[in-house]
């Protein structure tokens, strides 16, 4: 295998096991969702700011930059669901629901992209079901919320990664990761005073260790997990960088067992329904490469 393969490799399992530690991350700092994601997307688009060529920014039609515009106000939405996920059950849960994404993409790809649906994505998509229920039977009632905030979390995932799909080949990569970026900041901060005024319990400012939380997270669990994304993708094929970025919930759920100790508060039936809806996401670019050939 050729050194730079093996590098690509080692990069993209880096990358892979930084996004799984973002749901960690998410639990152990202390303050409310919508504080995260407020200071995660602030001090990622300053990071990027950083590596982005200034004119790949300029020359980024108006047209393009209002759709990036509405693609980061999803981006910040999917993540204070998704934090919210973590704050009213567990990290596991939220992954899991993630993980649903793949069921998702298969009904809504086709409608926003206009394109046929595909029979094997809907039947896998159906085996997701059962896992579900599995997981919910085996869930404490209080637990429940944070299984519904979860699966809003995945869809809106879905329909913003079906989007940057559709413009990712017209604009400069990372441009694009910033003027996202500086969108989802603009949303948070327009939903911030209604926060403030209408929630009892506001946490917004850090402690010392939810900063240094907070810079693993914005550093090393999203630009740097980008940034090694991106190098491997050079030297990787796309089924291959999928089925590796599958493992993110696996790669999650494992750090949450070790860091979190959360198999304390999940039973057996959680982990068989983890299981069969892995199966289904493992099996799809398997399925995908033989149905396209």
């Not at 567990?90 to 926003?112: D, H, K, R």
């Not at 394109?115 to 039947?123: H, N, R």
């Not at 970026?181 to 603009?186: H, I, K, R, T, V």
């Not at 926060?195 to 907070?214: A, H, L, P, R």
Request: a positive charge; one cysteine or more; charged letters at 15%.
């Amino acid at each position: 295998m050729d050194k730079s393969v093996k590098r690509a490799y080692l990069q993209i399992h880096v990358a892979v096991l930084l996004f799984g530690l973002t749901a960690i991350l998410g639990d152990l700092i202390q303050v409310s969702a919508l504080s995260i994601v407020w200071w995660r997307v602030l001090l990622t688009s300053a990071s990027f700011l950083l590596l982005v060529n200034i004119k790949h920014l300029r020359a980024i039609p108006r047209p393009a930059l209002i759709r990036l515009f509405g693609i980061g106000s999803l981006i910040a939405l999917h993540w204070l669901t998704f934090y919210g996920s973590i704050k009213y059950a567990n990290a596991s849960v939220a992954l899991v629901c993630l993980a649903t994404t793949s069921f998702l993409t298969s009904i809504l790809e086709p409608l926003i992209l206009k394109q046929k649906f595909k029979l094997y994505e809907l039947l896998l998509g159906l085996i997701i079901i059962p896992g579900m229920l599995l997981i919910v039977s085996g869930l404490q009632t209080d637990m429940m919320l944070g299984v519904y905030i979860g699966l809003t979390s995945a869809l809106l995932a879905t329909i913003f990664s079906i989007l940057n799909k559709k413009y990712i080949d017209q604009i400069e990569t990372k441009s694009m990761a910033l003027v996202e970026m500086f969108a989802a900041f603009l949303a948070m901060s327009l939903i911030l005073p209604f926060y403030f005024k209408y929630s009892s319990e506001v946490q917004f400012w850090m402690s010392g260790s939810d900063w240094i939380y907070m810079i693993i997270l914005v550093l090393g669990c999203t630009t740097l997990a980008f940034l090694l994304n991106l190098k491997s993708l050079k030297h990787l094929s796309a089924f291959t960088s999928n089925l590796i970025i599958n493992l993110e919930p696996v790669y999650g759920i494992l750090l949450a067992m070790v860091i979190l100790n959360e198999h304390k508060e999940l039973n057996t039936n959680f982990y068989i329904g983890v299981v069969v809806i892995l199966s289904s996401v493992f099996m799809h670019p398997f399925l995908k490469k033989k149905f396209d050939k």
